[in-house]
Each structure stands twice: as structure tokens, then as C-alpha cells.
């Protein structure tokens, strides 16, 4: 079952919109992230999302920011807020009685890695698992130490910057591994990049959810 949702935010905040997919008996639920400049329509986390449901898992692909916030590029970039909005979600997410007890991952891509394992630090959340596709988690500072869950960093291995900010995170975190794609650039376009990147995730989800 596939459905178009929308979730409302705290008082004054609106709402953001997302697309919810639930299989039979789901086996876990993976909330998707995405990073700067980019929504629920992303082909790229599609890609995943699609893997992901194929091997049994609910995917919720969702916007961190309304229509009029999305226009402003400094809250692209606001992390504090992108975290809180994740969190938001994953929270009413939970009140549906058929994902309730559900395990819990996040997939987050560029800024919005860094925002899932924010989330991760959140101890009424309940985070199993955290996967980043090309992401930020140096961005997510000084709550790297923190996370418990764990997490799968994904980089390409000719995006040098983002690979050594990745090596850099995840000496911070307590449970990681470093997986790197050959040839790869940032958004994982060269042939096959993007497949592999959707069978370790959803490998990740399988062992941990």
C-alpha cells in the first residue's frame, strides 16, 4: 500500500508532505531523509526506497520542509531544524497502529544525514539502524559520540572531500563502518554506483531492523 500523507508540524509551523509505503507484514521502517535542495520526489532515494520495499521493509519518503521554508536556501542547510522535523515525523509515524512496533532505520542523503543521527540521539525515538548515502554526518557535531545505533556510512570513492569528512565521523561514532563505492562521484551516477548503494542499505536494514 502506497499513500501520499501529509504531517502536521507544531503549532504555526504548517505541515510537510510524504509518501508512505506499508507491505504486508512489514519486516522494519525505513525513514528517509533527504539532503539539501532535494524532496520525497528524489529518483536516487526512490531507487532505495524501492529495494528496500521489495525485501519487505515500509519506506516513508517525506519533505523536512514546507513549500514556503523550501524557497529559503539558509533553512535547506539548517540542521537544528531539519533534525527536528525528521523527529517530528518519526513520532507520528509511530501513533499508526500498524507501524507501532515496527524497528525503526533512517536513510539520510547529503544534510540530511546529519539530521538522522541527530534523531538517533533521541531516546523516545528508538533508532535500530542509520544508513548515509554520500552524506554530512560531520555536520551532526558534537552528538556523533553520542549515537548508539548502528550506521553505515556510504560515500563514492572519487568524492574525496566528502570521504574524509565521513572518515572523520565515523572515528566519532561507537558502532560504523565506512563502506566506499569504486569510481563513484557525489550522487552516485556512474553505471551500477547507485545499485550498490541501495543493496548495502538494504542489507544494513536487514541485519539490524
Not at 25 to 42: E, I, K, T, W, Y
Not at 59 to 65: G, K
Not at 162 to 175: C, E, F, G, H, W
Request: charged letters at 20%; aromatic letters at 4%.
Amino acid at each position: 500500500m502506497t499513500e501520499d500523507v501529509t504531517i502536521p508540524l507544531p503549532t504555526g509551523q504548517g505541515e510537510v508532505a510524504a509518501t508512505l509505503t506499508v507491505p504486508a507484514q512489514p519486516r522494519g521502517l525505513v525513514v528517509f531523509a533527504h539532503g539539501s535542495g532535494s524532496s520525497r520526489h528524489s529518483p536516487r532515494n526512490r531507487q532505495v526506497a524501492e529495494l528496500l520495499q521489495a525485501r519487505g521493509h515500509a519506506t516513508l519518503l517525506l519533505d523536512l520542509l514546507t513549500v514556503e521554508e523550501e524557497i529559503e536556501e539558509k533553512s535547506r542547510f539548517d540542521i537544528p531544524l531539519l533534525a527536528a522535523r525528521l523527529q517530528t515525523a518519526c513520532l507520528w509515524i509511530r501513533e499508526k497502529p500498524d507501524l507501532a512496533a515496527v524497528q525503526l532505520g533512517l536513510f539520510g542523503a547529503s544534510t540530511g544525514a546529519a539530521a538522522a543521527l541527530i534523531t538517533a540521539t533521541e531516546p523516545g525515538i528508538e533508532v535500530a539502524a542509520v544508513v548515509s548515502r554520500g552524506g554530512r554526518p560531520d555536520l551532526a557535531g558534537p552528538y556523533l559520540p553520542l549515537v548508539s545505533s548502528p550506521t553505515l556510512l556510504v560515500v563514492g570513492g572519487d568524492d574525496s572531500t566528502v570521504l574524509d569528512l565521513n572518515r572523520q565521523a565515523a572515528s566519532l561514532l561507537s558502532q560504523s563502518r565506512l563502506a566506499i563505492i569504486p569510481g563513484a562521484t557525489h550522487l552516485f551516477e556512474e553505471p551500477g554506483a547507485l545499485r550498490q548503494v541501495a543493496e548495502l542499505a538494504a542489507d544494513w536494514f536487514d541485519q539490524h531492523l
